[in-house]
């Protein structure tokens, strides 16, 4: 079946150090690809995301590119925030359905 | 923005009492509802598929009889634990789907269930 795999944490950074999530999947066909964020205490929400192959899916500083070739999608930041603490779930979607699969979820630690 | 409420956000029972999660889409009908377990240090896995006004759809693994999921309106979804006990301990996240196929997924806060 379909699945995600992404570096497990938890990772501690520096505000304005350089943050990069790597995520790769296992699918059949072409999913759409997801990066959600979970701040303490609150839900998941959609940070951004990308339908095909190539597209780049950027917000508030973040870019992920949609790699088939090497069936990736790593989340980037250049200057990370003491804002950005949170956990970092990538996941995938196949088209016409409305299953999110996720991967395990990583915990981003900002400090100042 | 679309906005998911899932009541109660924590919750302590005791071992063989029954718990309900309600799932409450705002300000939008969602035809669909789906409910996730997320365990420590584990990805969010997915439990069920409600849909309004039928049987929930249940993943492999899951028991329908212990995780009661109730779909009665556009806008309701509750997951009720029946009889818990201390391994059900964990977090529970609901979320919604407008009514477009494939349109974006709401999430809400999450419970955190702890039976004792």
């Known amino acids: 079946g379909d699945s995600v795999t992404q570096m497990e944490g938890p990772v501690t950074l520096s505000e304005e150090a350089f943050l990069t999530i790597n995520c790769t999947y296992t699918?059949?066909?072409?999913?759409?690809l997801f990066w959600y964020v979970q701040y303490p205490g609150e839900g998941l929400q959609l940070l951004l995301k990308?339908?095909?192959?190539?597209d780049k899916g950027s917000n508030k500083g973040f870019e992920a590119t949609y790699r088939k070739e090497t069936t990736s999608f790593h989340l980037e930041k250049g200057s990370v925030q003491v804002s950005d603490s949170a956990v970092y779930f990538c996941?995938?979607?196949?088209?016409?359905?409305?299953?999110?699969?996720f991967g395990k979820g990583m915990k981003l630690t900002v400090n100042p | 923005g679309a906005v998911v409420s899932q009541h109660p956000s924590w919750v302590i029972c005791k071992s063989g009492t029954s718990v309900k999660i309600e799932c409450r889409s705002l300000?939008?009908?969602?035809?669909?509802m789906f409910w996730y377990r997320q365990f420590p240090k584990q990805s969010l896995m997915l439990m069920a598929t409600?849909?309004?006004?039928?049987?929930?759809?249940?993943e492999q693994g899951v028991e329908k009889d212990k995780f009661l999921i109730n779909h009665a309106s556009l806008t309701l979804s509750t997951l009720t634990v029946t009889s818990a006990h201390p391994e059900d301990s964990s977090f529970y996240i609901c979320?919604?789907?407008?009514?477009?196929?494939?349109?974006?997924?709401?999430f809400g806060n999450g419970t955190r269930l702890t039976v004792t």
């Open positions: 300000d939008f009908q969602a035809t669909t």
């Open positions: 996941a995938l979607r196949q088209g016409g359905s409305e299953k999110l699969v």
């Open positions: 990308a339908t095909k192959a190539d």
């Open positions: 699918a059949t066909g072409y999913p759409s």
């Open positions: 409600s849909n309004e006004g039928s049987k929930a759809t249940y």
């Open positions: 979320s919604a789907s407008l009514r477009v196929a494939g349109g974006p997924l709401h």
